[in-house]
């Protein structure tokens, strides 16, 4: 059994090369990445994927049998669609093996994230969408329990081979903070800031209850803001009040923390590394988050209540926030597109 199962892998990695080989590679000029789909690409309840799969549309399936799922095409814009899986650790793992794909040519592809995430009230309601400046990684660190710690620390994490919370000088960071294109994403939000995005009764409910953050009972709007990326699903206005501080610690204050999500720090440092050997330019990274949730309970409220409301496919604003990621994110793909012959060669900025 072992040896048939050896066999078969063997043939299908011959075949996948030569194959590859042998074909002109397709020229991607925008790569969609989705995190996750909850079933079928399309025609079902839908994930991050499905509304870029049937309205972009993304409708040629392309097979990808070392990969999280397959990819999905359009060959007359040159757009190619993936779902990474959930998790830093799949993101890096998917982003990796479809760059590496003899299949694509990535070298001149502009890449965009586009994913739901808890925002804090403090920036931003439900359903807003949020251009990402920096990507901050919230988990390569130390970590005691709170209760043990020495007298003054407000938080038992601190940075990777430092001593204390908040350590300066800061340690050299090995994969701790990724600054975006600033020109590129300032001209995305410069394109999509005045957008109409969906609303609902419901969100509009919800978001009253955020009495003492202005920001965070208006009505959906785009703005621009940093993204703390870690594995653990964290809620509460303690551990709010810590990624605050972590983004503003990273980035030496540049940097305001809007979106609370998982899997941009993996796709970064993927994409890191596939630079060095000239297979992607980071300086055509874009990525956006939409508020599927808070971060925080509301006045009044507990940590636990809160998050006891917020799960895969129940989050607070998950079909709004899916929707005005679609919203915000696909003009942006379709301007790069339509002017494709000015952009393949130099990003686009404001004018």
């Not at 940093?226 to 206005?237: D, F, Q, R, V």
């Not at 983004?247 to 540049?254: L, M, S």
Request: contains cysteine; charged residues 20%; glycine residues 8%.
């Amino acid at each position: 059994m072992k040896k048939s199962l050896l066999l078969i892998s063997i043939n299908f990695l011959l075949t996948f090369v030569l194959t590859g080989s042998d074909i002109e590679p397709k020229k991607v000029k925008v790569v969609i990445v989705a995190l996750f789909e909850r079933g079928e690409v399309t025609a079902d309840n839908p994930g991050e994927f499905q509304l870029w799969a049937e309205r972009y549309p993304l409708s040629e399936k392309i097979p990808l049998p070392h990969g999280n799922r397959d990819l999905y095409w359009n060959d007359q814009d040159g757009v190619l669609g993936m779902v990474t899986g959930i998790g830093t650790a799949k993101a890096a793992a998917s982003i990796t093996a479809v760059a590496l794909d003899p299949r694509f040519d990535f070298s001149q592809s502009y890449w965009l994230l586009a994913g739901i995430a808890g925002f804090d009230p403090a920036d931003a309601s439900l359903a807003s969408v949020c251009w990402v400046d920096w990507v901050v990684d919230g988990d390569l660190s130390h970590s005691i329990d709170i209760r043990e710690a020495p007298e003054g620390w407000s938080t038992g994490r601190f940075p990777f081979r430092a001593k204390s919370p908040y350590e300066q000088p800061r340690p050299i960071s090995e994969g701790s903070y990724f600054k975006l294109n600033e020109s590129l994403t300032n001209w995305a939000f410069a394109l999509t800031k005045e957008l109409q995005l969906m609303d609902t009764e419901a969100i509009a409910f919800r978001r009253q209850r955020f009495t003492q953050t202005p920001m965070g009972q208006k009505p959906p709007f785009v703005l621009r803001g940093s993204y703390l990326a870690a594995m653990n699903y964290w809620h509460g206005a303690i551990e709010n009040e810590w990624a605050n501080k972590w983004v503003d610690y990273w980035t030496d204050g540049k940097g305001e923390f809007v979106a609370s999500a998982m899997e941009g720090s993996g796709m970064m440092i993927a994409l890191k590394f596939l630079e060095q050997a000239n297979l992607v330019d980071c300086s055509r990274v874009m990525m956006l988050r939409a508020a599927s949730n808070y971060t925080m309970q509301w006045p009044g409220g507990t940590a636990i209540e809160s998050k006891a409301g917020e799960v895969m496919g129940g989050y607070s604003a998950f079909i709004p926030s899916i929707e005005n990621a679609y919203t915000v994110g696909s003009p942006v793909v379709r301007e790069i597109v339509r002017n494709w012959n000015t952009y393949k060669s130099d990003p686009p900025q404001v004018k």
